[in-house]
């Protein structure tokens, strides 16, 4: 093995979305970070577009969210075609509104997302490593012993505390540490295509042709003349084989679904053809070494959740190492990562297998059901509210909890340790302003025990205390109750009645000292 020339606490394998937002979590929280990537550059083209809500809300712990706003493009209504007539208009506005600061569909493409990211990262000293390739690592227990390749063949080590992979759906790190990958492929094709043209459905909405054979979505990327096709290639097998759908043009795909919503393209910017894969990693961490976003699970691409799943994955894992490589805490809290991330995945696996599946379900009852029953019904359910509300919720992520965690403990209210705090406006702000820097804070709506706020001041937790106001009650919230909140903002102890021996109870118990 090469000499270990460089050394990092934690040593990050892609940088993609999941490894930069990793990168920069762990840079705010003082953690020695290092990231390389095999490719040489950021990518410039992508197939992920949506940032949903909670990612937002979690981007705003570090100033992220107000540059991703200003850079994309919030969808105000989803449109149902169907055999080449318009069924169906959905307005969509603020569909999340009195639930979150970021009430609304929001298109980023993830190619501008990792620009961004990337320069963020750079401002805050790291720089990504480029060219540069994981050929393998040793993990004798106490320490990470990575070897990188560069591009001019040299070879260097590297030391690290933990190595996390965040290397795609073929990760080196995911192989080395032999974990195991089930699930499978779905026989569609799917191409992804950046265009530039007219017409009705290039209008800054979200369009969406449910055809007999073909399926074609209209991403808006502009508020006119600007988007991403995202459609089923169905007689693959019969233009360039279905084995090897690299070797397809854009002028091979079926055009009847483009026709159907009167699509004249005068230029496309891009173009790729992909499989749509559904896995789950069978672990998440062996030793010292993680894995992360599509390194662990990939699905299909229904609701926009891949990105933002890695995302999450990401903020989750941060605080956790920080908190055993700044502030001292047993290396088994890391444990929790796997235990919190890994059912919601296979819960998001199953749950987009069961949607794509039915919108690319062949036969005639299928194709009944989706070009003429489908388009009837879902203008119906969106006038519902509470239909809209449960719609966003899973949409946005912001339903994602971890009641069932071993971290999180109590309930107060409608809320549970391991729920995301329920977000209240007030008076032109919110319960979700952000700290100086990520960390420990907790929140009181209502009178504040001076026991508690000793307590706080002890530990150095950030108390917040809002006067009592009915909103929270409607909220769930409960009046007097202690919320202790972690860096990724859950809640991880909820007590109706504040009790320092309680609060010492749990650090004790999870092995933390804040």
């Known amino acids: 093995m090469a000499q270990a020339q460089a050394q990092a606490q934690v040593l990050i394998v892609g940088a993609g979305p999941s490894g930069l937002v990793l990168a920069l979590w762990l840079k705010a929280l003082g953690v020695n970070v290092r990231i390389v990537d095999a490719a040489s550059g950021p990518g410039t083209t992508s197939r992920a577009l949506a940032v949903q809500a909670r990612t937002l809300e979690l981007y705003r712990?570090?100033?992220?969210?107000?540059?991703?706003?200003e850079g994309g493009y919030a969808l105000g209504a989803f449109n149902i075609w169907a055999e080449g007539e318009h069924r169906a208009r959905i307005e969509l506005g603020a569909i999340g509104a009195g639930l979150t600061p970021y009430p609304f569909?929001?298109?980023?493409?993830?190619d501008r997302h990792e620009r961004l990211l990337e320069a963020r990262l750079f401002e805050a000293g790291v720089r990504v490593e480029r060219n540069c390739t994981l050929l393998g690592f040793d993990d004798p227990g106490d320490e990470v012993l990575a070897r990188l390749g560069h591009a001019d063949g040299r070879e260097e080590g590297c030391a690290a505390r933990y190595i996390i992979g965040c290397d795609g759906a073929k990760s080196s790190v995911r192989n080395i540490i032999a974990a195991g990958f089930p699930?499978?492929?779905?026989?569609?094709?799917?191409?992804?295509a950046d265009i530039e043209g007219e017409s009705p459905a290039l209008n800054g909405e979200l369009?969406?042709?449910?055809?007999?054979s073909d399926i074609l979505a209209v991403f808006a990327t502009a508020p006119r003349g600007r988007a991403r096709l995202v459609g089923t290639v169905r007689d693959a097998g019969h233009q360039c084989g279905a084995e090897h759908p690299e070797n397809l043009a854009f002028g091979d795909v079926s055009k009847r679904a483009i026709d159907n919503l009167m699509i004249s393209i005068s230029k496309v910017n891009w173009f790729s053809t992909y499989r749509v894969?559904?896995?789950?990693?069978?672990?998440?961490?062996?030793?010292?070494?993680?894995?992360?976003?599509?390194a662990c699970h990939i699905h299909s691409p229904a609701g926009g959740q891949g990105m933002n799943t890695g995302i999450g994955d990401a903020i989750n894992l941060a605080w956790k190492l920080a908190a055993v490589l700044r502030d001292g805490a047993p290396d088994s809290l890391l444990d929790s990562y796997e235990a919190e991330r890994r059912p919601f995945a296979q819960r998001l696996v199953d749950t987009t297998d069961r949607v794509f599946s039915f919108i690319t379900a062949d036969g005639p009852v299928a194709e009944v059901v989706r070009t003429g029953v489908v388009p009837r019904i879902m203008p119906l359910m969106a006038r519902v509210p509470a239909a809209r509300q449960y719609f966003f919720r899973t949409i946005s992520q912001t339903v994602v909890h971890y009641r069932h965690a071993p971290l999180n403990e109590g309930s107060a209210g409608k809320v549970h340790g391991g729920d995301r705090l329920p977000w209240v406006a007030i008076d032109g702000s919110d319960n979700f302003e952000p700290l100086s820097r990520?960390?420990?804070?907790a929140h009181v709506y209502g009178a504040v025990r001076q026991d508690a706020a000793n307590w706080c001041a002890a530990h150095r937790v950030h108390l917040r205390q809002y006067p009592w106001r009915e909103e929270f009650r409607a909220a769930g919230l409960a009046r007097d109750a202690f919320y202790l909140l972690r860096p990724d903002t859950y809640v991880a102890l909820a007590a109706g009645t504040p009790d320092p021996l309680r609060f010492d109870g749990y650090?004790?118990?999870?092995?933390?000292?804040?």
Not at 105 to 110: A, E, H, K, N, S
Not at 286 to 293: S, T
């Open 277 to 294: 894969h559904h896995r789950v990693a069978d672990r998440f961490r062996r030793g010292r070494a993680f894995l992360v976003g599509d």
């Open 507 to 514: 650090l004790h118990a999870n092995g933390l000292a804040l």
């Open 183 to 192: 699930g499978g492929t779905y026989r569609q094709v799917f191409y992804v």
């Open 105 to 110: 569909m929001y298109i980023f493409p993830q």
């Open 61 to 69: 712990q570090l100033d992220l969210a107000a540059s991703v706003l």
């Open 438 to 441: 990520p960390g420990w804070q």
């Open 207 to 212: 369009h969406l042709d449910l055809d007999e």
